[in-house]
């Protein structure tokens, strides 16, 4: 047996039906087989060869002739007869066989740590299958199935969401949902994945797999929710109209459309930048690849129409108000998306060299030396906000290639 | 009865089972009426035997049906409405307020038989009908209680009362990991009937969510308005939750994602703006982390002070 998939009564497919581990897929014996993929686990689990041992389904060598009944369950089915003659012929010798030694104690506490051990180990395997090629196929699958279920914000319009750690060491955080649309994490909505260890799937893995699958559209499929009905503003607007050659037309529709409703909450204050997208002007063509992805599956689920509008019978809550919106960031995306191109933008406005951005940020940084430097998320922020008028990418592209 | 009592020693699995038998006892001593029938083969379904249950949809169905079984013949029709499964979100409109006819303006046109489903609502129903007409005149009580209801919650006590649910987190909780369980309100996307359902706003992060069970996902959200919860922080701004500029970042191997991290800071940009123009207006400390330089400034101010001291001294 050289995959688990084949053998249904296997300790993996075991592992994996149980109650709360949908979000798994199947480690393949090949990957656990081979060392180079277990380095540096041995120090991390306890008792590593047995939880090992457990995981492959390997019997120890004076245990031959039990061959044939090498399933191990998670419960306790295990009938009458099974149990004297295990003990009988083994005594504690094999000490995972916990379904039927469990009852007879002698042993117990060891089967009960290799159990844990073994599921933390497979948990740890599982974060590394994952990123691997087989791995992450199979978890491309179970996507495709909405195996992990749909995003709960209402303006993500049920896009899929994949599972995700927020640490890599395990026993520090649960399992989260991690979703494309809008590029945050949730709490799982069923309470059983509460149990889950989120290490098991690794910080890595959300990002990687979209990297590794650009072809996904992580956008909502139509409009399950029907958000179109509740205001026209909230229309899905086409995926394809965004990355198309000639969006222009399709933009400004959407836009005059938004522009009286959402977002962009500085109407009152002149700011430079902005009149730009508050004019329904059409937009600049729009590239159809950007920084790395299509732009039309950069968080799809933000932007204009996709910000929640706080409003008192029918008025906008201002933002000068205490109770005015203050999130509304969060959800933003640009609705020309040259102004995420932040190299070109940088050379466009500055077009000089390395020498210039350091001398033109550090300069102006030591001149507005007002807050206290409390690291380098700071400074970044206040070089931005020194560039509120043309919202200098140079700085901006200088803080984040630092903190890159 | 007691069988919450009983349910409550249990532990999960046997508590199932148990209170299952327990209810099935009670019930054989009496006739089942359509509704209980419902509910028990809605728990049949929810209960899988073979493994772990629910525990929190298992509770909510047996305090329903704890409530239901207390006394639902002597209760009056709202208070059957409230205790009802999937009217969870809902608080109980005062009687005064419903009587007042200036209340209820302008709802006779969207409300059929309007005139039948208030008696029903304010229990003065007394008209012989059929089975049919019945049903058509409850379905209408119940949107007639709705719209209303959506009235009542703007008005100080309708607002006192669903803070007290918002206190108690009957409403859920925030799923996003930042919000860190902040609870939620329930809010309409539309104040028309029959647009969408009900959402729920999380007032940390300003967002609306999906209700995570379904049995929500068929109440109109025009049934609790789109200003409840603006107004509910208008009038206890003291609730206003601490917003945080903290957030999640998709990374790969400790590495922040290019594109991500562009929009991000794009982002971030906007926040700056906004901040600023809230400066400009006498307005600091939004966020969380203001509020922390703020502190840590006075800290490091006071460092300076006692290091220049030190120096007095050391000159001396």
């Given at each position: 047996?050289s995959?688990?998939?084949?053998?249904?009564e296997s300790?993996i497919?075991?592992f994996c039906g149980l109650?709360?581990h949908e979000?798994?897929?199947?480690?393949s014996?090949d990957?656990?087989e081979?060392?180079?993929?277990?380095?540096?686990l041995q120090?991390?689990?306890p008792?590593?060869?047995?939880?090992l041992?457990m995981i492959?389904?390997?019997e120890?060598?004076?245990?031959?002739?039990?061959?044939?009944?090498?399933e191990?369950e998670?419960?306790?089915e295990?009938d009458?007869?099974n149990d004297?003659e295990?003990?009988?012929?083994n005594g504690?010798s094999?000490p995972?066989r916990?379904?039927?030694?469990r009852?007879?104690m002698?042993?117990a506490n060891?089967?009960t740590?290799i159990e844990?051990s073994a599921?933390?180990l497979y948990?740890l395997?599982?974060?590394?299958?994952i990123?691997?090629?087989p791995?992450?196929?199979?978890?491309?699958d179970?996507?495709e199935?909405?195996?992990?279920?749909?995003?709960p914000?209402v303006?993500?319009?049920?896009?899929?969401v994949?599972p995700?750690?927020c640490?890599?060491?395990?026993g520090?955080?649960?399992v989260k949902?991690?979703c494309?649309s809008?590029?945050?994490?949730y709490?799982p909505?069923?309470?059983r994945f509460?149990?889950?260890?989120?290490?098991?799937?690794?910080?890595?893995f959300g990002?990687?797999?979209f990297?590794t699958?650009p072809?996904?559209d992580v956008?909502a499929?139509?409009d399950?929710?029907?958000?179109a009905?509740?205001?026209?503003?909230y229309a899905a607007?086409?995926p394809?109209?965004q990355a198309a050659?000639?969006?222009?037309?399709a933009?400004?529709?959407?836009?005059?459309r938004?522009?009286s409703?959402?977002?962009?909450?500085?109407?009152?204050?002149?700011?430079p930048?902005?009149p730009?997208?508050?004019t329904p002007?059409?937009?600049?063509?729009?590239p159809?690849?950007?920084?790395?992805i299509?732009?039309?599956n950069?968080?799809?689920g933000?932007g204009?129409g996709?910000i929640?509008?706080?409003r008192?019978?029918g008025?906008?809550?201002?933002e000068?108000?205490k109770?005015?919106?203050?999130m509304k960031?969060?959800?933003?995306r640009p609705?020309?998306?040259?102004?995420l191109?932040?190299s070109r933008?940088?050379h466009d406005?500055?077009?000089g060299?390395?020498?210039d951005?350091?001398?033109?940020?550090?300069?102006e940084n030591?001149?507005?030396q007002?807050?206290v430097?409390?690291g380098?998320r700071k400074?970044?922020?206040r070089?931005?906000k020194?560039g509120?008028?043309?919202?200098?990418?140079?700085a901006?592209n200088?803080?984040?290639?630092?903190?890159? | 009865?007691?069988?919450l009592e009983f349910?409550?020693a249990?532990s999960p699995?046997?508590?199932?089972?148990e209170?299952?038998?327990?209810?099935?006892?009670w019930?054989s001593?009496?006739?089942?009426?359509?509704?209980e029938?419902?509910?028990?083969a809605d728990?049949?379904r929810?209960?899988d035997?073979?493994?772990?249950?629910?525990?929190?949809?298992?509770i909510?169905?047996m305090?329903?049906?704890?409530?239901?079984?207390?006394s639902?013949?002597d209760?009056s029709?709202?208070e059957v409405?409230?205790s009802?499964?999937g009217?969870?979100?809902?608080?109980?409109?005062d009687e005064d307020y419903l009587?007042?006819?200036?209340?209820l303006?302008?709802l006779?046109?969207?409300v059929q038989?309007y005139q039948y489903?208030?008696d029903l609502?304010?229990?003065?129903?007394?008209l012989?009908c059929d089975?049919?007409?019945?049903e058509?005149?409850e379905k209408?009580?119940?949107?007639l209680?709705g719209l209303?209801?959506?009235?009542y919650?703007?008005?100080t006590?309708?607002l006192a009362?669903?803070?007290e649910k918002?206190?108690k987190g009957d409403?859920?909780?925030?799923?996003r990991?930042?919000c860190?369980a902040h609870p939620?309100?329930?809010t309409?996307?539309?104040?028309?009937?029959?647009?969408?359902?009900?959402k729920l706003y999380?007032?940390?992060?300003?967002?609306?969510?999906?209700?995570?069970?379904s049995?929500h996902a068929?109440?109109?959200g025009?049934y609790?308005?789109?200003?409840f919860?603006?107004?509910?922080?208008?009038?206890y701004?003291?609730?206003?939750p601490?917003k945080?500029?903290?957030?999640?970042?998709?990374?790969?191997?400790?590495f922040k994602?290019?594109a991500?991290a562009a929009?991000?800071?794009?982002?971030?940009?906007k926040?700056e703006?906004?901040q600023?123009?809230?400066?400009?207006?006498?307005m600091?400390?939004?966020f969380k982390?203001d509020?922390?330089l703020?502190d840590?400034?006075?800290?490091?101010?006071?460092?300076?002070a006692?290091?220049?001291?030190a120096d007095?001294?050391?000159?001396?």
């Amino acid at each position: 047996m050289s995959t688990s998939s084949g053998s249904p009564e296997s300790w993996i497919s075991s592992f994996c039906g149980l109650l709360g581990h949908e979000y798994f897929a199947e480690v393949s014996e090949d990957f656990i087989e081979d060392d180079f993929n277990l380095t540096g686990l041995q120090n991390q689990v306890p008792m590593y060869k047995e939880a090992l041992e457990m995981i492959l389904d390997v019997e120890p060598e004076e245990d031959e002739e039990e061959e044939e009944e090498e399933e191990e369950e998670e419960d306790e089915e295990e009938d009458e007869d099974n149990d004297v003659e295990m003990r009988d012929e083994n005594g504690n010798s094999v000490p995972y066989r916990r379904g039927a030694e469990r009852r007879h104690m002698k042993v117990a506490n060891d089967i009960t740590e290799i159990e844990s051990s073994a599921e933390l180990l497979y948990g740890l395997i599982h974060q590394r299958f994952i990123t691997s090629r087989p791995g992450i196929q199979q978890m491309a699958d179970k996507y495709e199935l909405q195996h992990f279920g749909s995003c709960p914000r209402v303006f993500c319009n049920q896009a899929r969401v994949l599972p995700v750690g927020c640490n890599d060491i395990p026993g520090q955080e649960t399992v989260k949902l991690f979703c494309p649309s809008c590029l945050d994490v949730y709490t799982p909505p069923n309470s059983r994945f509460q149990s889950v260890d989120g290490a098991f799937f690794g910080t890595t893995f959300g990002c990687l797999f979209f990297m590794t699958f650009p072809e996904f559209d992580v956008s909502a499929k139509g409009d399950p929710l029907n958000l179109a009905a509740t205001h026209p503003a909230y229309a899905a607007p086409s995926p394809t109209s965004q990355a198309a050659t000639n969006p222009a037309a399709a933009e400004t529709v959407k836009h005059s459309r938004s522009s009286s409703l959402t977002s962009t909450p500085v109407t009152a204050t002149v700011n430079p930048n902005l009149p730009a997208s508050l004019t329904p002007e059409p937009l600049p063509v729009q590239p159809s690849h950007l920084n790395g992805i299509a732009t039309s599956n950069l968080a799809p689920g933000l932007g204009p129409g996709r910000i929640h509008e706080p409003r008192i019978y029918g008025f906008r809550v201002s933002e000068r108000s205490k109770t005015g919106p203050r999130m509304k960031w969060l959800r933003m995306r640009p609705a020309d998306m040259n102004e995420l191109d932040e190299s070109r933008r940088w050379h466009d406005s500055y077009g000089g060299t390395e020498d210039d951005v350091q001398i033109g940020g550090g300069g102006e940084n030591g001149g507005a030396q007002v807050e206290v430097p409390s690291g380098r998320r700071k400074k970044a922020a206040r070089s931005r906000k020194r560039g509120v008028g043309v919202m200098d990418p140079g700085a901006v592209n200088g803080g984040g290639l630092e903190a890159l | 009865m007691g069988y919450l009592e009983f349910f409550w020693a249990l532990s999960p699995l046997d508590l199932v089972r148990e209170t299952f038998v327990h209810i099935h006892a009670w019930l054989s001593e009496r006739t089942v009426d359509p509704d209980e029938a419902e509910f028990l083969a809605d728990m049949n379904r929810k209960v899988d035997w073979n493994d772990d249950v629910e525990k929190d949809e298992f509770i909510g169905l047996m305090e329903y049906f704890h409530e239901r079984s207390s006394s639902s013949e002597d209760l009056s029709w709202p208070e059957v409405f409230i205790s009802s499964r999937g009217n969870e979100y809902f608080c109980e409109i005062d009687e005064d307020y419903l009587t007042d006819r200036f209340n209820l303006t302008g709802l006779n046109t969207d409300v059929q038989y309007y005139q039948y489903a208030l008696d029903l609502v304010t229990d003065v129903f007394d008209l012989d009908c059929d089975d049919d007409m019945r049903e058509q005149i409850e379905k209408s009580a119940r949107h007639l209680y709705g719209l209303v209801h959506a009235r009542y919650i703007t008005t100080t006590r309708g607002l006192a009362k669903m803070l007290e649910k918002y206190k108690k987190g009957d409403f859920g909780k925030c799923p996003r990991v930042t919000c860190n369980a902040h609870p939620l309100l329930p809010t309409g996307m539309a104040d028309l009937p029959h647009v969408q359902s009900v959402k729920l706003y999380c007032g940390k992060c300003e967002d609306l969510y999906n209700p995570k069970s379904s049995r929500h996902a068929n109440i109109d959200g025009a049934y609790f308005g789109t200003s409840f919860q603006n107004i509910l922080f208008q009038v206890y701004p003291a609730l206003i939750p601490e917003k945080t500029i903290e957030r999640y970042q998709p990374r790969v191997f400790g590495f922040k994602v290019h594109a991500a991290a562009a929009l991000e800071r794009w982002q971030s940009s906007k926040r700056e703006e906004m901040q600023e123009r809230l400066r400009e207006t006498g307005m600091e400390k939004c966020f969380k982390e203001d509020v922390e330089l703020e502190d840590d400034m006075e800290e490091d101010e006071e460092e300076v002070a006692g290091l220049d001291g030190a120096d007095d001294v050391l000159a001396e």
